[in-house]
């Protein structure tokens, strides 16, 4: 691949290194209308998507870096990652499951444990092949005790990328005795284009009724909240920056949005919830998103710096991306009201998240 780009850039052989042992690289999926998504398997790294705008130029739309090395030194570990064995936050580093304490999860999020620890799924090297050119397939065997959560999980993620402009994601997963789970994909968003410095102009619904409030750890308290009457209402469109810096012990918090949003059933029958939609004024590139997971977190990259580089010379100020993070609860191994976590022996994990792209003329 040495000299070889890909069509947002990127040179393939930057990703060539080795980590742990394993070898890393670059591949890249393309559907017939121009749609192309580069992916490294260090953290099963979503590295840039390329998307078409109202005026049919090309669009990257993820932030992200040019390089393995800037990957390794990032101070954003989590750009387009697979976030595992638990994204999100379990408070205070511990669970109990069937009756066994686990204490031994890493506080790298103090006073809790986020996104599986110091060394997550975004932080090793997966196993990734080109099933066809709109098909990679990643897999990744995590042992039994890594970062403290038992069993051992054999995990599976493949991205597709369709004719209809369709970016699915599906997991699997199974272990060999009871552990808890919760997967998704970190994409840092600005349907601007990535480097452009503010995606407060975003106009945004999001289907849910209502939302988690937090304690300033951003560990769930209390009970549901309505959405209805206060700045987490996006039932209806907003823009992302309109009610952000409002007067809300919410925002204060999260410095910004950082929650999880439960979403509506629309009664359809369908696996799949209709999660959010999301368009920038700039470009019109809409992304719709699908998901069978009960939740989605949406995060404004309130802690982004711009103080590094990203790809092309580019950087991220705070609030210049945006996540929705398809996901189960936070903290739910403690919170047996949630929807269950729970993996056992002789199950099979399954989830789907797409994020559709078009274009508002």
């Known amino acids: 691949m040495k000299n ?14 080795t980590v742990d042992g394993k070898k ?8 017939q209308n121009g749609i192309e998504i580069a992916v490294t398997n260090y953290g099963a790294k979503i590295v840039s998507l390329l998307v078409l705008d109202k005026k049919g130029d090309p669009v990257d739309v993820v932030a992200g870096h040019s390089s393995i090395t800037e990957y390794l030194n990032s101070e954003e570990p989590y750009f387009g990652a697979v976030c595992g064995r638990y994204s999100n936050r379990i408070a205070k580093g511990r669970f109990t ?14 006073p809790n444990s986020l996104h599986g620890g110091i060394k997550g799924f975004n932080a090793v090297v997966w196993d990734m092949k080109q099933i066809n ?3 990679l397939e990643l897999k990744y065997i995590s042992e ?21 402009n369709e970016f699915i994601i599906i997991y699997k997963a199974v272990t060999d005795k009871p552990t808890v789970l919760n997967l998704t994909n970190h994409s840092y968003f600005n349907l601007s284009g990535a480097g452009d410095e503010y995606v407060g102009d975003h106009i945004l619904r999001i289907n849910a009724d209502i939302y988690l409030p937090t304690d300033e750890t ?40 950082d929650h999880t949003f439960i979403l509506n059933d629309d009664g359809s029958g369908s696996d799949l919830y209709y999660c959010a939609y999301a368009v920038s004024p700039k470009t019109g590139v809409v ?17 982004m710096t711009g103080n590094f580089t990203g790809k092309n ?36 994990f399954q989830s789907i998240t797409i994020y559709k792209f078009s274009t508002e003329k």
């Not at 499951?97 to 103090?110: S, T």
């Open 287 to 303: 992304m719709e998103v699908f998901t069978t997971e009960p939740g989605v977190q949406l995060y404004t990259g309130n802690w």
């Open 4 to 17: 070889k780009y890909t069509l947002s850039g990127l040179l393939f052989s930057d990703f060539e290194n």
């Open 313 to 348: 010379g580019q950087r991220y100020p705070k609030r210049s991306a945006f996540c929705l993070e398809t996901q189960h609860f936070p903290d739910s191994p403690n919170r047996p009201e949630y929807p269950s976590t729970v993996l056992r022996q002789g199950e099979e």
């Open 133 to 135: 050119n709109q098909t």
């Open 144 to 164: 039994d005790g890594e970062e403290g959560f038992p069993g051992k999980l054999n995990v599976q993620v493949n991205y597709h990328i369709s004719d209809e």
């Open 97 to 110: 499951l069937d009756g066994i304490v686990y204490d031994k999860l890493a506080i790298n999020n103090a």
């Open 218 to 257: 951003n560990i769930p308290y209390g009970d549901p909240a309505k959405t209805e009457g206060t700045p987490m209402d996006f039932r209806k469109e907003h823009t992302i920056g309109e009610r952000i810096n409002e007067d809300f012990e919410q925002l204060k918090f999260g410095k910004g949005y």
């Open 24 to 31: 890393t690289f670059l591949h890249t999926i393309k559907n």
